[in-house]
């Protein structure tokens, strides 16, 4: 089976961009949002892209045809609508227990053949896939921020994954313009394994003055050929992010050192300075921009 119609669950941060580069791989995307609002500034987000890359896409002589892939995308308050998906990637908010909830109506909804995949940064795809009653037909899609621009996906395959659906997972990847890599159900699976203890272990050499924020971000930029610092990046991902992940793994495994909290992330969460998104986190940002 060809995954030609793909439902998005979610229109946030991760949700616009997936649903936009499905439907740029020519797939049919029904993209579902709670309420009006959060549907309008996703559908927004995939207008506003669309036109940067028309516009880059005229800078070098080459077409894209925006409104055709806009034509591809419909967006609808009713999960129902999704019913006859050839796949089903969800994007909502990082929580395990609504996460559950939501598969579970799926597993009930969805036509037979349809194969279900979370973009979770740090949960275990097995007790989604369990929750939603057909574990063989479920993967994790990991996209990456900013999803339009980030080249990669991750397919999490667990122990009771069909290998077809793992085939068409990283099929689909590909048609999305990515380049799959296929990995285990493990905490953070590749990217924010190493990503994520990185960023911390980064906070950490701050809090002991071993060298300022400006000094790690430029030396990790020039040192190591990375487009930002750790500093940056986590001001980028959202620092409530970085700690709800630190958190749960905490949690899960309290004597793994890597996942230790810094004082620093707590602190600067707990006065509301979550990064680019607020306007303030380790840096000032306007927009997009860091000031
Ligand atoms: N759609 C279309 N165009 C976009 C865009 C989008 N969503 N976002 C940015 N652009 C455009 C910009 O408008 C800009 O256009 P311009 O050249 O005409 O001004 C162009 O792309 C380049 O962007 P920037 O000028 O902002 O700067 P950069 O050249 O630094 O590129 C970046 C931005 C690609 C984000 C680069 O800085 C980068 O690769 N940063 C690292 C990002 C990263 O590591 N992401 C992974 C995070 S971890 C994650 O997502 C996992 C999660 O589970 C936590």
Redesign the pocket.
């Known amino acids: 089976m060809a995954i030609r119609k793909v439902g998005v669950i979610g229109c946030g941060l991760m949700g616009h961009?997936i649903a936009q580069v499905a439907a740029q791989g020519g797939c049919e995307v029904i993209v579902a949002e709670e309420n009006q609002a959060f549907l309008d500034k996703g559908l927004e987000r995939i207008d506003k892209?669309l036109a940067?890359?028309s516009e880059?896409a005229k800078e070098k002589g080459q077409t894209f045809d925006a409104a055709a892939v806009r034509g591809r995308i419909r967006g609808t308050l009713a999960k129902g609508e999704l019913s006859d998906c050839d796949l089903i990637v969800e994007a909502i908010v990082e929580n395990l227990d609504v996460k559950l909830v939501l598969f579970a109506e799926l597993g009930k909804s969805a036509k037979r053949e349809a194969i279900f995949a979370s973009n979770t940064?740090s949960f275990p795809i097995a007790e989604m896939a369990a929750a939603s009653g057909r574990p063989d037909r479920f993967v994790g899609l990991?996209f990456?921020?900013?999803v339009?621009?980030?080249k990669l996906v991750e397919v999490v395959r667990t122990d009771k994954t069909n290998e077809d659906v793992v085939a068409q997972a990283r099929a689909f990847g590909e048609a999305c313009g990515k380049t799959p890599i296929t990995c285990k159900d493990t905490p953070g699976f590749v990217?924010?394994r190493l990503?994520v203890p990185y960023m911390a272990e980064a906070m950490k050499l701050a809090e002991r003055g071993d060298a300022s924020i400006p000094d790690i971000d430029v030396a990790m930029k020039l040192g190591c050929g990375y487009?930002?610092g750790p500093f940056e990046?986590t001001d980028?991902?959202g620092l409530d992010?970085t700690l709800f992940i630190l958190q749960g793994w905490a949690r899960r495994y309290p004597d793994e050192a890597a996942f230790r909290i810094p004082k620093l992330l707590a602190e600067k969460v707990k006065e509301g300075k979550l990064g680019r998104k607020t306007g303030q986190g380790f840096y000032t940002w306007q927009g997009?921009k860091r000031v």
């Open positions: 961009g892209s940067k890359l880059k940064s990991h990456f921020n900013p339009q621009l980030m990217v924010n990503l487009p930002m990046l980028y991902v992010t997009d």
